[in-house]
């Protein structure tokens, strides 16, 4: 199956998850699977939250910034993955000066 992520809508979010700034998201969904093409603008992240219900992987296609975690802080550029596992919490942080484009994936949970 091709999912052509430039055909589905594109959906702006504000401060999503009481984070700060931009969300910019395209994303497909079915009763399996969440994939998203995402983007953080600068200065922009997602808020910190906990994953009880699922796990979550977002692949960085390009920029950089940071990720919060239950044991603290890590560094993600381009090219690196970020696993959130089960029962885990996280945030991501755009700090750099372009747009941080990435992928996540988030399993459904029945």
Excluded: W
């Excluded at 998850?17 to 931009?22: L, R, V």
């Excluded at 977002?58 to 993600?76: A, C, N, P, Q, R």
């Amino acid at each position: 199956m091709i999912i052509d992520f430039n055909s589905l809508p594109e959906k702006v979010t504000e401060k999503f998850k009481c984070g700060e700034g931009e969300f910019i998201s395209r994303m497909f969904t079915d009763d399996k699977v969440k994939i998203g093409k995402c983007r953080l603008t600068p200065g922009s992240s997602i808020g910190f939250h906990n994953h009880e219900l699922d796990c979550e992987v977002l692949f960085v296609l390009s920029g950089s910034g940071y990720v919060k975690t239950d044991e603290g802080k890590e560094l993600i550029q381009a090219g690196q993955a970020h696993y959130c596992r089960l029962g885990g919490s996280h945030s991501l942080v755009n700090d750099g000066k372009e747009d941080l484009v990435f992928f996540n994936v988030i399993p459904v949970q029945k």
